[in-house]
């Protein structure tokens, strides 16, 4: 990875119970999400689970000139948020709760 790669990192929360439901709803993540996620510039985006706390910790890549910031306004975002509200612990607006993880080591 060029030091030159803006990249993300966040942590959610999960629901205990809702393990084999939130892999398999991101197993069939819908193609005009997955194609609008890109459009906005993210080239990776990785989800991992940890068993014991079951913490979600994401981290996004961002090719050069991403622009995520408009997603949470348009329909197929609020949509998604939506039909994953009932696995996670979100926000008033169905929108997950999430930490943002900064940075402290690349290699």
């Given at each position: 990875?060029?030091?030159?790669?803006?990249?993300?990192?966040?942590?959610?929360?999960?629901?205990?119970?809702?393990?084999?439901?939130?892999?398999?709803?991101?197993d069939?993540?819908?193609?005009?999400?997955?194609?609008?996620?890109?459009?906005?510039?993210?080239?990776e985006?990785?989800?991992?689970?940890?068993?014991?706390?079951?913490?979600?910790?994401?981290?996004?890549k961002?090719?050069?000139?991403?622009?995520?910031?408009?997603?949470?306004?348009?329909?197929?975002?609020?949509?998604?948020?939506?039909?994953?509200?009932?696995?996670?612990?979100?926000?008033p607006?169905?929108?997950?709760?999430?930490?943002?993880?900064?940075?402290?080591?690349?290699?």
């Amino acid at each position: 990875m060029m030091q030159n790669d803006q990249v993300l990192a966040f942590r959610m929360q999960l629901i205990k119970g809702n393990e084999a439901e939130y892999k398999k709803r991101h197993d069939e993540i819908w193609p005009e999400l997955a194609d609008l996620l890109k459009k906005a510039g993210i080239q990776e985006y990785y989800i991992f689970l940890d068993e014991v706390t079951l913490a979600l910790f994401a981290f996004q890549k961002l090719g050069a000139g991403a622009d995520t910031s408009g997603l949470a306004s348009l329909p197929i975002m609020k949509k998604w948020w939506d039909y994953m509200a009932d696995l996670m612990e979100v926000n008033p607006d169905n929108s997950p709760k999430v930490v943002a993880c900064p940075e402290i080591f690349r290699l």
